[in-house]
């Protein structure tokens, strides 16, 4: 952890500057407020003063987290919430590397940050072992594995630059994090720079090549049975219209990933929702003849646990061009899936073999191509099944629970969940409607929840829910102090089952009896108080009143609900 608070005896003493003048600090400072930052997250740390007293002197606000890791989740929750990239202020070490699990949620889902991060004195660098604090031999390949790249500033001058090519990267498809670290004297050093206001950066564009359209074109035109997964890479590009286009076009049934949830109308007649997690979804996008993959890997869960098993031909597209034919044979294309769904929406409206007409209006002369049935028929047989699969099982409770969530939250309201059995329930069964869902699902750490949530509503300026377990909740509960110092319109729902309730499930599942799954666990209203948060405890049957009741108040506020939910019984086994 970093240090909030250190003697000045235990502070390195490089080349300073009087307080009225400009030290590196104020370079970080400057650049990122005219890149167009607004809000930083992080925690002061003894090698970081610099950064903070830069902070001093500018516009930027400063969302103090009580955890690095957590600062990391509260940026990445910024940033999908608002689209502009999170920026992290981290001190040297312990804190550089406790952020780095929220770190791998953002690189694992292409989420946009910048994060800097102080560095020991330059007489440090370089592996030389002087005992200085917080030391690490080589500090920023510790967060190789978790950003895109990596940056060490050795001079003041580079800072402006430093920045400005992190932003950029940072917003470049395949979207994610960039670390930038700047040692603790050149934070603190005075320079001859004059105070930056002119920098003008953007993301790369990252379209596809014209002939690889046209051939994806050319063989969903001529495919009797084409069907769509679409993933988070159609959010993330921003693609959603042109995916309906090119549906809507080709008839063709579309299943989100759960990263994808929201990329595709939920009601729609083509849409099966989010169930990739239901051999039914599965069989159906394995009797495609053409399937088109978009912005997802096709990774462990869409798969439905690599169970997925392609009988036709497939297009993957993605802007990470180490997924394509990771999982599966495929015509591959390397390009940010919005820039590459507009192409194949007009390439398409271009050939008149593309367009399979669009049913009537009385249903009744619909063109059949799925072995005799009309893919609008196949959409809807196949979400009965769904349906029918779900009421065989003990599940009423739980589906009435997530029901009463849907009813009670604003279609507008953004959600954001945390590796707990309510949130994968959402996966497959959250309509976003007009507002945004968000989880933890691209490295499946626990603890995301509440404190991106934090960050949503911040960015936001408006209420958000977050949803996590007493599990993962008890990851982020010192973010209660965080809520509470910002004022943070965020209603944190807590499903308190008493222990890691899905690895609870595992366990009775494969071995007869879990271990090591049960906890002790706080009185969540009682700690939610002590921090200032007003919190109330509800039976499962009331939480959309109350719901609605933590919706029109102020500031955060906290729900918990003492319950067992199931999940439902899996198809891949």
Same mark, same amino acid.
């Given at each position: 952890?970093?240090?909030? %608070? ?20 104020d370079?970080v ?5 005219a ?7 992080g ?10 007293d ?10 103090s *987290? ?7 989740f ?5 940033a ?21 699990s ?10 946009p940050?910048?994060v ?5 004195p330059?007489a440090?660098l ?8 917080h030391?690490?031999?080589d500090?920023?390949a ?6 895109k790249?990596q ?5 003041? %001058? ?14 470049t498809a395949p ?6 670290e700047?040692p603790?004297?050149?934070?603190? $050093?005075?320079?001859q720079?004059?105070?930056?206001r ?10 596809a090549?014209?002939e690889?359209i046209e051939?994806a074109?050319?063989?969903?035109a001529s495919?009797?049975?084409?069907a769509?997964?679409?993933?988070g ?7 959603e ?22 990329s ?8 099966l929702? *989010?169930w ?5 979804a599965?069989e159906?996008?394995e ?17 439905n ?5 392609p ?5 993957q597209?993605?802007a ?6 990771s ?6 294309i ?12 007009a390439?398409?409206?271009k ?8 049913? *009537?209006?009385?249903?009744q002369?619909r ?11 196949l959409?809807a047989?196949?979400?009965?099944k ?16 997530m029901a ?6 604003p279609?507008?309201m953004?959600?954001f ?6 949130g994968?329930?959402g996966?497959s ?9 968000h ?7 626990i ?10 509503s911040?960015?936001l300026?408006e209420?958000?829910l ?5 599990? *993962? ?8 102090a965080?809520?509470?110092?910002h004022?943070a ?12 309730g899905i ?8 071995f007869g009896?879990a271990?090591a ?8 209203m $009682? ?7 007003? $919190? ?8 959309r009143?109350a ?8 500031g ?18």
């Amino acid at each position: 952890m970093s240090e909030a %608070s250190v003697s000045q005896s235990a502070v390195e003493e490089p080349a300073t500057t009087t307080g009225a003048e400009r030290n590196g600090g104020d370079l970080v400072v400057e650049t990122l407020t005219a890149l167009g930052a607004e809000t930083i997250f992080g925690i002061p740390g003894q090698h970081a003063l610099g950064l903070f007293d830069a902070m001093g002197r500018g516009d930027l606000h400063f969302a103090s *987290s009580r955890v690095e890791n957590n600062s990391a989740f509260a940026a990445d929750g910024y940033a999908r919430a608002t689209g502009r990239p999170g920026v992290v202020f981290l001190s040297t070490g312990p804190g550089a590397l406790t952020s780095l699990s929220g770190l791998q949620e953002a690189y694992a889902t292409g989420v946009p940050m910048v994060v800097i991060s102080s560095q020991i004195p330059s007489a440090g660098l370089g592996a030389r072992r002087k005992g200085m604090l917080h030391q690490l031999d080589d500090q920023k390949a510790s967060a190789a594995n978790v950003s895109k790249t990596q940056r060490l500033v050795h001079h003041a %001058s580079a800072i402006p630059s430093a920045i400005a090519a992190a932003w950029s990267e940072a917003l470049t498809a395949p979207m994610g994090p960039v670390w930038v670290e700047v040692p603790q004297d050149v934070l603190l $050093a005075g320079h001859q720079i004059p105070p930056v206001r002119d920098v003008t950066v953007g993301p790369a564009a990252l379209p596809a090549r014209a002939e690889l359209i046209e051939a994806a074109a050319a063989m969903l035109a001529s495919a009797e049975r084409p069907a769509i997964i679409a993933g988070g890479g159609v959010r993330r590009g921003r693609g959603e219209g042109a995916l309906l286009k090119v549906a809507e076009k080709l008839r063709t049934p579309v299943l989100s990933s759960n990263g994808g949830n929201g990329s595709f109308p939920r009601d729609h007649e083509l849409s099966l929702q *989010s169930w990739v997690e239901d051999r039914y979804a599965t069989e159906v996008m394995e009797d495609a003849d053409v399937l088109l993959v978009i912005g997802t890997s096709l990774g462990e869960v869409t798969s439905n646990y690599f169970t997925l098993a392609p009988r036709g031909r497939m297009i993957q597209i993605d802007a990470e061009w180490r997924v394509l034919e990771s999982n599966h044979e495929a015509l591959g294309i390397h390009a940010d899936a919005g820039l590459a769904l507009e192409a194949l929406a007009a390439a398409l409206e271009k050939d008149p073999a593309a367009s399979r007409g669009s049913a *009537s209006e009385d249903g009744q002369t619909r063109a059949t191509n799925w072995h005799g049935t009309s893919p609008e028929d196949l959409v809807a047989e196949t979400l009965a099944k769904i349906t029918s699969r779900l009421d065989r099982q003990e599940l009423s409770m739980e589906r009435k629970f997530m029901a009463d969530l849907r009813e009670a939250t604003p279609e507008t309201m953004q959600t954001f969940w945390d590796m707990t059995i309510a949130g994968y329930w959402g996966w497959s069964c959250w309509d976003a409607k007009s507002g945004q869902f968000h989880s933890a699902q691209g490295a499946g750490g626990i603890g995301y929840g509440f404190p991106s949530g934090i960050g949503g509503s911040i960015g936001l300026g408006e209420r958000v829910l977050a949803v996590s377990g007493d599990g *993962s909740a008890m990851y982020s509960i010192a973010e209660l102090a965080t809520a509470r110092q910002h004022n943070a319109p965020v209603t944190w729902l807590i499903v308190d089952d008493g222990g890691y309730g899905i690895l609870r499930e595992y366990m009775e599942g494969a071995f007869g009896q879990a271990t090591a799954t049960e906890l002790a666990r706080p009185d969540f209203m $009682a700690l939610a108080e002590s921090f200032g948060v007003p $919190a109330k405890r509800v039976a499962p049957a009331d939480i959309r009143q109350a719901l609605e009741d933590s919706y029109a108040a102020d500031g955060p506020n906290v729900v918990v609900v003492e319950a067992v939910l199931k999940m439902f019984e899996p198809t891949h086994l």
